[in-house]
């Protein structure tokens, strides 16, 4: 049965990947007119993360600055704000999606494919001077994202189709259950995320590339081919790469001429490596096993659990090179080195998952090495197996005392090792999810924190002028007259209140009533000094809360105010001039909140009993 696919539905119900936290506070900075850069560079900068992305971004060989970029403000700068924006929309959907619910979906194979596709988009398109890579690479990143879409929204059935996928073409049987497949999705998910047209289009166009890469969209549409083909070289196990190889030689060769074909694919390689670091996207995929067929014991390990990095220490160079050269054949990475000293120097340069030494060894012994480790944080977690002549009692507590989990006794049976190997590699993997999960409980904990941050905003600032509201009001005025209180130095607040609002929204409604406030509320932000505080206090009332301010300073700084709402008219048709009229007061020593507020507004009514617009102190 197929299911009627319907965007604006699943969009609203919020079934769709769509960019979580301060990448959505971005994005709808970049919609505003008066967005500004340093505003853009302070979000980016709440999140650490994201800052890191960012700059690597910006001193990554895509950009290729002249001189290193050290600081968020100059990366924001130099990638430009609607590079910035579609960076961080990219960036943030793949921190957001790691994991999901449908079985058989590779969710890490995914992003490591989308940040190949990524990469490599934009080392093409700074090669051949077509566009900015910042686009590129966020278009390349999310050229496959269809297909999560559809893993998100209809985690079983997609996972259906995906068993059904070895027999059938992907794409076809996608549209029969959901009556849309991965590549379309694609294209309105970006359009949504307004990406830029002419590289959906490219993206859509790659499919099937136009023969000759001839004008610019004829070229945009080969380099996110030509990207798709790299993805599949970056993917794939050594022995399938030459073929891939040569798929690209034909094209690139006739797009770049002069570009080195194994340079090139090597920079990418090295770049997405460097990338899936950066964001905790595996890139290094434990090689697939064969089809069953006749096992030795070599092979019998890596077809069930992943292979392990292995370092292996003995001083007798047979045994190294003959255990070394099995241990890889099972599927394992092994370095090999001669005495305790040597493997530990090594392993300060790149910690092992499992360490197998012998005992006796000059200059340092087999039991010290593991003592040692077993004493450092970095050596905690390493799995240790003791190659040993002795199995006498004492020798083996001494051993484990030292720290080993396992022994093997020499000479070494393949058999027995792979199989004490075999526990090695359960331990490591149950390290690893622990690991994996305690960094998504803490990435949880991140957004959490920040969603926390921002609902205080939100409870704490009044929507339609922006400006802090009245709730906040009280608790800062509470804590500025604290201040001036323990400092001595005086405090002086003032209650504003437009004139005559009333006759506003009567003539032209309240529409335009909202928006003399918002008027209002800007020049007031624009007439006070950075340390006063405005806020909404509650209709068309405003309260300032003016720090170090005696009741002269205070006096001239409400009269400032005064004239600037009265300077600075609104563009519209009003009954009479926007004119405000306040009421001051200044706090004496244990003066508290509620009868500092009851002074100002006895002022404040003398004001407009005077005749408005003017500014009266409290006596
Ligand atoms: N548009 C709009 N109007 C509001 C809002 N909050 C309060 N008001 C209106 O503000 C008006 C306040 O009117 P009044 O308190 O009678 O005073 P006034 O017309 O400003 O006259 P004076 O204060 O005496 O100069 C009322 O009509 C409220 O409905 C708001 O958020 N938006």
């Known amino acids: 049965m197929s299911i009627e696919f319907d965007f604006e539905e699943l969009k609203a119900a919020d079934r769709l990947p769509s960019p979580p936290g301060v990448a959505l506070s971005i994005l709808q900075l970049v919609e505003r007119e008066d967005a500004d850069l340093d505003e853009l560079a302070n979000l980016v900068q709440a999140d650490p993360a994201l800052s890191a992305r960012l700059l690597k971004f910006a001193n990554s060989p895509l950009v290729a600055p002249v001189r290193p970029i050290v600081a968020v403000k100059e990366a924001v700068a130099r990638i430009g704000m609607n590079g910035v924006r579609n960076l961080v929309l990219g960036l943030s959907l793949v921190g957001h999606y790691r994991t999901g619910e449908c079985e058989g979906?590779?969710?890490?194979?995914?992003?490591?494919?989308?940040?190949?596709?990524?990469?490599?988009?934009?080392?093409?398109?700074?090669?051949?001077?077509?566009?900015?890579?910042?686009?590129?690479?966020?278009?390349?990143?999310?050229?496959?994202?269809?297909?999560?879409?559809?893993?998100?929204?209809?985690?079983?059935?997609?996972?259906?189709?995906?068993?059904q996928a070895g027999e059938r073409n992907l794409t076809e049987l996608e549209r029969e259950r959901f009556?849309?497949?991965?590549?379309?999705?694609?294209?309105?998910?970006?359009?949504?995320?307004?990406?830029?047209?002419?590289?959906?289009?490219?993206?859509?166009h790659s499919h099937k590339p136009p023969p000759q890469p001839g004008d610019r969209p004829a070229r945009l549409a080969w380099v996110f081919a030509l990207s798709r083909l790299v993805q599949r070289w970056c993917l794939a196990e050594p022995e399938a790469r030459p073929e891939i190889q040569a798929a690209l030689e034909k094209p690139l060769q006739r797009a770049?001429?002069?570009?080195?074909?194994?340079?090139?694919?090597?920079?990418?390689?090295?770049?997405?490596?460097?990338?899936?670091?950066?964001?905790?996207i595996p890139t290094r995929f434990p090689k697939k096993s064969k089809p069953a067929g006749k096992r030795n014991p070599a092979t019998h390990a890596k077809e069930e659990l992943p292979g392990l990095k292995i370092l292996l220490v003995d001083d007798d160079a047979m045994l190294l090179l003959r255990?070394?050269?099995?241990?890889?054949?099972?599927?394992?990475?092994?370095?090999?080195?001669?005495?305790?000293?040597?493997?530990?120097?090594?392993?300060?340069?790149?910690?092992p998952q499992l360490l197998i030494t012998d005992w006796h060894m000059q200059p340092m012994d087999g039991l010290t090495l593991c003592r040692t480790l077993r004493d450092s944080p970095l050596?905690?977690?390493?799995?240790?197996?003791?190659?040993?002549?002795?199995?006498?009692?004492?020798?083996l507590v001494r051993a484990f005392d030292a720290g080993i989990d396992d022994y093997v006794t020499k000479p070494v049976s393949l058999r027995v090792l792979l199989a004490r190997i075999k526990s090695a590699q359960r331990i490591v993997s149950l390290q690893m999810a622990l690991a994996k999960?305690?960094?998504?409980?803490?990435?949880?904990?991140?957004?959490?924190?920040?969603?926390?941050?921002?609902?205080?905003?939100?409870?704490?600032?009044?929507?339609?002028?922006?400006?802090?509201?009245?709730?906040?009001?009280?608790?800062?005025l509470n804590q500025e007259l604290a201040e001036s209180r323990r400092s001595g130095r005086p405090v002086s607040v003032m209650i504003l209140d437009l004139d005559h609002f009333k006759r506003i929204n009567d003539t032209l409604g309240h529409e335009a009533g909202d928006r003399v406030l918002v008027h209002a509320a800007r020049i007031l932000r624009e007439t006070l000094r950075s340390c006063d505080v405005a806020c909404r206090f509650g209709g068309e009332e405003f309260l300032v809360i003016a720090p170090d301010t005696d009741s002269h300073d205070g006096k001239q700084l409400a009269e400032r105010l005064c004239r600037?709402?009265?300077?600075?008219?609104?563009?519209?048709?009003?009954?009479?001039?926007?004119?405000?009229?306040?009421?001051l007061a200044t706090a004496?020593?244990?003066?508290?909140?509620?009868?500092?507020?009851?002074?100002?507004?006895?002022?404040?009514?003398?004001?407009?009993?005077?005749?408005?617009?003017r500014v009266t102190a409290a006596a």
């Open 323 to 351: 255990l070394g050269k099995q241990l890889k054949q099972a599927g394992h990475q092994v370095e090999t080195v001669k005495d305790g000293k040597a493997a530990l120097k090594k392993i300060l340069e790149s910690p």
């Open 564 to 583: 600037a709402i009265a300077a600075n008219q609104p563009e519209l048709p009003l009954p009479a001039p926007l004119t405000v009229s306040i009421g």
């Open 379 to 395: 050596g905690e977690s390493i799995y240790l197996i003791m190659l040993t002549a002795s199995e006498t009692e004492d020798d």
């Open 179 to 204: 009556t849309i497949d991965h590549r379309t999705l694609t294209g309105l998910l970006l359009h949504d995320w307004r990406l830029p047209t002419v590289f959906i289009e490219a993206l859509q």
């Open 105 to 163: 979906f590779d969710y890490p194979r995914f992003w490591a494919g989308s940040l190949a596709q990524g990469v490599a988009a934009a080392l093409l398109v700074k090669h051949w001077r077509l566009a900015a890579p910042e686009e590129c690479f966020t278009v390349g990143l999310l050229a496959d994202i269809g297909r999560l879409a559809l893993a998100t929204a209809w985690p079983g059935e997609y996972a259906d189709c995906l068993r």
């Open 588 to 613: 004496s020593p244990d003066e508290d909140p509620k009868t500092l507020i009851h002074h100002a507004d006895k002022a404040l009514y003398h004001s407009k009993e005077q005749g408005r617009n």
């Open 256 to 280: 770049l001429p002069e570009l080195e074909i194994e340079e090139f694919l090597s920079q990418n390689e090295t770049e997405w490596h460097a990338w899936g670091k950066l964001i905790e």
């Open 437 to 476: 999960e305690h960094a998504a409980l803490e990435q949880r904990a991140k957004e959490l924190e920040l969603l926390n941050r921002k609902l205080e905003q939100l409870a704490h600032t009044d929507v339609l002028t922006g400006l802090p509201n009245r709730r906040y009001a009280i608790e800062r």
